[in-house]
């Protein structure tokens, strides 16, 4: 399921999803696989995670529907248990991150930087 890429990490595409690591095994695809299942049913916590965690002191007052729609495409990597949107609308500079742990369960921390 995963392949090298050009940054010596192993990638794999599901559902729309990018999932990486840098040691592939049956577990991780395993993971990969439930987590690809779940993504979108689990947006809505992630959305209320990031406006409790002050999303909006960077980007202004936004609704969880306002976030959702604005993701994009997520990078999961699921050694270091991290979303990364590298292709949201919200603005062309700042890169989102959270950690989470499980299969999308609880989310910890959530990174803007730019």
Same mark, same amino acid.
């Given at each position: 399921?995963?392949?090298?890429?050009?940054?010596?990490?192993?990638?794999?595409? /599901?559902?729309? @999803?990018? !999932?990486?690591?840098?040691?592939?095994?049956?577990?991780?695809?395993?993971?990969?696989?439930? @987590?690809?299942?779940?993504?979108?049913?689990?947006?809505?916590?992630?959305?209320? $995670?990031? /406006?409790?965690?002050? @999303?909006?002191?960077? $980007?202004?007052?936004?609704?969880?529907? %306002?976030? /959702?729609?604005?993701?994009? %495409?997520?990078?999961?990597?699921?050694?270091?248990?991290?979303?990364?949107?590298?292709? #949201?609308?919200?603005?062309? /500079? #700042?890169?989102?991150?959270?950690?989470?742990?499980?299969?999308?369960?609880? !989310? $910890?921390?959530?990174? @803007?930087?730019?």
């Amino acid at each position: 399921m995963f392949a090298l890429n050009e940054n010596n990490e192993y990638e794999a595409e /599901i559902s729309g @999803i990018k !999932f990486v690591c840098e040691s592939p095994d049956e577990s991780l695809e395993e993971a990969a696989a439930e @987590i690809a299942g779940i993504y979108e049913s689990k947006l809505n916590s992630i959305a209320e $995670f990031m /406006i409790d965690e002050g @999303i909006s002191d960077c $980007f202004g007052e936004l609704s969880p529907e %306002k976030i /959702i729609s604005s993701l994009g %495409k997520p990078v999961i990597d699921l050694e270091r248990s991290l979303i990364t949107y590298l292709e #949201h609308t919200l603005d062309d /500079i #700042h890169i989102i991150e959270l950690e989470y742990d499980g299969l999308l369960d609880e !989310f $910890f921390y959530l990174s @803007i930087d730019g």
